[in-house]
């Protein structure tokens, strides 16, 4: 169950949340109850400057809601870990939170009340609490199920075979103020919601899925969904021509139905780190967009023109003769078409690339939100540094690094591991010499001494003696033995801690979301070279119509390779008329099409949806104007 949940909760984080190196979790517990485990804690995703709030000093909370479900969805329980990130160093931490039945989960650290906060008496240290809460949570998540086309309840279907339907639906029940185009609307908070699902291939065969990918390693198959409820409304866009998911589906054939739990990730955090002041290259390019629709127009309009006279021509080739002076002047016509149609080829060229530009500035945006520091990916640049991170996330790479940052971490309390070894083992001494010495055991010996019924040499003898057993070479063996001991198993302890296994499991699958980040941008990579070869044509046509026109007076001379050479000039017109129709359809049209035309619209509303997104920090309470932020993981129960 462990592992399946780590799985789970890694697929879920990928792309989203992932942060920072190896952490080490350890509780503080005595040495002797936990064999030497070390103390260490997460480094801080971000550092910001604390804001002195009352008698306390506010810092950045990062909060995890854990909403614990049915397998229908229908919520059980609630459990909010709130980490207060003390970078800074302060001693006293004012915190706003409407929690209950606050516990210190990682330290003594204690609290007291001031006007509805919580003012922890932090000594330096990060604090780290959970609470409760009756509050719902902003994403509503419903999971249904069908059996055969037929709606059945979790229950009924355990056990049963068929082909089998799981819907995850998400409701958004968050909304805010925020101003669009200069008016007051209620948008919705957006949220990016992933759900994980991990199917076992003795179960389930035939996987589909809507709304997300699978990957199956032979015993598995992990469905990974993603969905934007509330988003198609903040965006206002048509969903006939544009849809933004609000749910996934998985359909499969199922032999004796059952399922482990699943998990499910919503955060805002990916659209308050939107880069809108890039959205100035959207906005002009949406002032071009109705000129380059007109234009593609005209040019559709003169080449089906071109193609029609061409054949025309081949038809009357008896009469060329005397239509030479005509088509000198169509010659003229046709190269003055073509250098105007050449002039526009740096603008059609310099859009295509600032949709490029822009794609790859949301990239940059995704990859930092999760944790991947890389250089800045450009057009040229961008396959190899996406190879290079992907090599990076390679399974043998992570471990790797995992293991160096373990132990480096457990070889800083390699020192407080030996003073405790150490100290153990001189008990262990001083039990044996005083049973030597004095022929009682150590307790007893103690009791004598604390009531004075031992003198001062016979003590003095019995510590020379102790010590001198202690500076044995034997003893001092023995020290430096069970010290590198404990020092490994720390080691292999903290190596097979759930939360290394979960960013273990997490950078592979964050090599696979690069994987399909890079085939994306390669496939608008082909595009964007094709629309320069294209110009690159059509410049190539520009100068050959100028050397037409300059050989017209020579038709008279070579009319039978002039007809050879109009009737290729024909089949290249058919070729341009047909490109030009198909780039309007698909490329142009669909464009324009999918905002109708309104561009300028759009980037406010985007705007308008990152500033939805930076009101909501927190569930549980924040400071104004605190640098925090949440996440909620949803785990819903198990079907037979």
Do not use: H
Not at 185 to 197: C, I, K, Q, R, S
Not at 358 to 376: S, V
Not at 386 to 406: K, M, P, R, T
Not at 525 to 554: P, W
């Amino acid at each position: 169950m462990k592992r399946t949940f780590r799985k789970l909760l890694a697929v879920c984080l990928c792309g989203a949340l992932a942060a920072g190196g190896v952490g080490l979790a350890a509780r503080r517990t005595p040495l002797a109850e936990t064999d030497a485990e070390p103390e260490a804690s997460p480094a801080p995703l971000a550092a910001s400057v604390p804001a002195v709030t009352g008698t306390g000093t506010t810092v950045p909370k990062d909060e995890t809601v854990y909403i614990l479900t049915g397998a229908d969805g229908a919520v059980e329980n609630i459990i909010v870990s709130d980490w207060l990130k003390n970078a800074g160093g302060v001693g006293t931490i004012r915190d706003e939170t409407s929690l209950t039945d606050v516990e210190n989960v990682k330290g003594g650290e204690t609290y007291t009340t001031s006007g509805g906060a919580l003012l922890w008496d932090a000594q330096g240290n990060d604090i780290y609490y959970q609470g409760s809460t009756d509050r719902d949570p902003p994403v509503e998540v419903r999971v249904s199920y069908t059996l055969d086309g037929k709606q059945v309840t979790p229950e009924k279907l355990a056990g049963k075979s068929g082909r089998v339907t799981i819907r995850f639906d998400y409701t958004n029940r968050q909304r805010v103020p925020v101003e669009v185009n200069g008016k007051q609307e209620e948008l919705f908070v957006p949220f990016a919601v992933l759900t994980g699902v991990v199917l076992d291939n003795e179960v389930f065969t035939n996987v589909e899925v809507t709304g997300g990918r699978l990957v199956n390693d032979g015993d598995r198959t992990v469905v990974v969904g993603m969905a934007f409820p509330g988003l198609q409304e903040d965006l206002a866009l048509d969903g006939d021509v544009l849809e933004i998911p609000g749910f996934v589906e998985i359909s499969a054939d199922a032999e004796i139905f059952a399922l482990d739990m699943t998990l499910t990730l919503a955060t805002s955090q990916p659209f308050r780190e939107l880069d809108t002041d890039r959205l100035g290259s959207i906005d002009e390019l949406g002032d071009s967009m109705d000129q380059l629709t007109e234009a593609m127009d005209q040019l559709l309009d003169g080449s089906s023109q071109l193609s029609d006279g061409l054949d025309t021509l081949l038809e009357q080739s008896g009469a060329l003769v005397e239509g030479i002076g005509a088509l000198r002047s169509g010659a003229a016509e046709l190269s003055g078409g073509l250098d105007a149609l050449t002039a526009n080829n740096d603008a059609l060229n310099g859009g295509a690339r600032q949709v490029f530009e822009t794609l790859l500035a949301t990239a940059d945006t995704q990859l930092a939100a999760a944790g991947l520091e890389l250089p800045a990916l450009t057009v040229d640049s961008y396959a190899a540094v996406l190879d290079g991170a992907i090599a990076s996330l390679d399974g043998n790479a992570a471990y790797e690094q995992a293991l160096a940052a373990v132990t480096a971490a457990v070889e800083e309390q390699r020192s407080s591991i030996q003073e405790k070894v150490t100290a153990a083992v001189r008990e262990q001494v001083a039990e044996q010499v005083v049973a030597a010495a004095v022929r009682m055991d150590k307790a007893t010996y103690d009791a004598a001494v604390a009531a004075g019924k031992v003198d001062a040499a016979a003590q003095a003898a019995v510590e020379a003696a102790i010590g001198q057993q202690m500076e044995s070479e034997e003893i001092q063996a023995a020290i430096a033995a069970n010290t590198e001991e404990q020092v490994q198993k720390a080691i292999s302890d903290n190596m097979a801690s759930d939360e290394v296994q979960a960013k273990l499991a997490q950078a592979s699958e964050g090599a696979q979301a690069l994987i399909s980040l890079k085939a994306s941008l390669d496939s608008y990579n082909t595009f964007y070279q094709g629309l320069r070869s294209y110009t690159a044509g059509v410049a190539q046509a520009s100068a050959g119509a100028d050397t037409l026109k300059a050989g017209t007076e020579e038709l008279n001379a070579a009319v039978p390779a002039l007809t050879d050479g109009v009737t290729q000039l024909r089949d290249g017109a058919v070729q341009l008329r047909d490109g030009l129709r198909e780039f309007n359809e698909e490329g142009i049209q669909k464009l324009a099409d999918a905002f109708e035309g309104d561009l300028e619209g759009l980037s406010a509303r985007i705007r308008a949806v990152k500033e939805a997104a930076g009101q909501f920090t927190t569930f549980a309470g924040t400071e104004a104007g605190a640098d925090d932020q949440v996440k909620f993981i949803y785990r819903t129960e198990g079907v037979g």
